[in-house]
């Protein structure tokens, strides 16, 4: 079945940045893509950004550009996520996903990161 | 960016009884290869968010037909035919037909 495992919870300082992976199983990765998701304490859900996984092909919403960067590593069948000089705005649950029909059908567990002082 | 509008943000309703929740696009959600990515989420309480609805009507697989998805272009309704205690949560629209993606405001459903 469709898996999506993403790394621990991180704590951060203002100012560092943060990388978040997303271990894929279940189906072909070379051809899929990958959507990053956010959601802040009580917050919506917060598209970030997009990855063909075969072309290496990004996309990014304008809020992160310049601070968010996605890559893969095909053979590990990984995803991954680094944001940028993080502030309190950035604490949320971090979400990879697997795109599907220009939406999102499968979701990793999150991966929550705190940044405090 | 496309703004999703969601209405209503809060939905309190009778068990058993219907819900409606609107989602309103700023822009035409039909992509240039003639499909409209519109689509729907429900995040209970405490869970990852899980897809109901993609391509303003179609089912995912395991999703009870109680949950039905309508519209076209700007409008779109995602309709739940009988509120059980499980229905319980926050409605989310997602579109996926221009970059970048973007969710609406959710809608918090509770039981009356």
């Known amino acids: 079945q469709v898996q999506l495992v993403q790394s621990g919870a991180e704590v951060k300082k203002p100012g560092a940045s943060v990388k978040v992976s997303c271990k894929t199983s279940g189906f072909t990765f070379s051809t899929c893509a990958l959507v990053w998701v956010r959601q802040a304490p009580g917050q919506r859900l917060e598209w970030m950004g997009w990855i063909n996984v075969g072309s290496g092909d990004t996309k990014y919403s304008q809020k992160f550009q310049g601070r968010v960067t996605i890559t893969r590593d095909t053979p590990a069948s990984t995803g991954y996520m680094e944001l940028s000089s993080l502030t309190s705005e950035d604490t949320a649950v971090y979400y990879c996903?697997?795109?599907?029909?220009?939406?999102?059908?499968?979701w990793g567990q999150g991966t929550p990161v705190t940044v405090s002082s | 960016d496309v703004v999703l509008t969601q209405s209503p943000l809060s939905l309190p309703v009778t068990l058993g009884q219907p819900a409606s929740i609107s989602c309103r696009s700023s822009?035409?959600?039909?992509?240039?290869?003639?499909?409209?990515?519109l689509n729907w989420f429900q995040q209970r309480p405490g869970q990852t968010p899980r897809r109901l609805i993609y391509?303003?009507?179609v089912r995912d697989s395991g999703v009870p037909d109680k949950f039905s998805g309508s519209g076209s272009g700007t409008d779109f309704t995602l309709k739940i035919s009988r509120v059980e205690a499980e229905d319980v949560g926050v409605y989310y629209c997602?579109?996926?037909?221009?970059?970048?993606?973007?969710f609406g405001q959710g809608t918090k459903v509770e039981i009356k």
């Open positions: 391509k303003v009507s």
């Open positions: 822009q035409s959600l039909v992509h240039s290869d003639g499909n409209t990515y």
């Open positions: 997602l579109q996926g037909a221009h970059w970048p993606w973007t």
């Open positions: 996903a697997k795109d599907a029909w220009a939406s999102i059908d499968s």
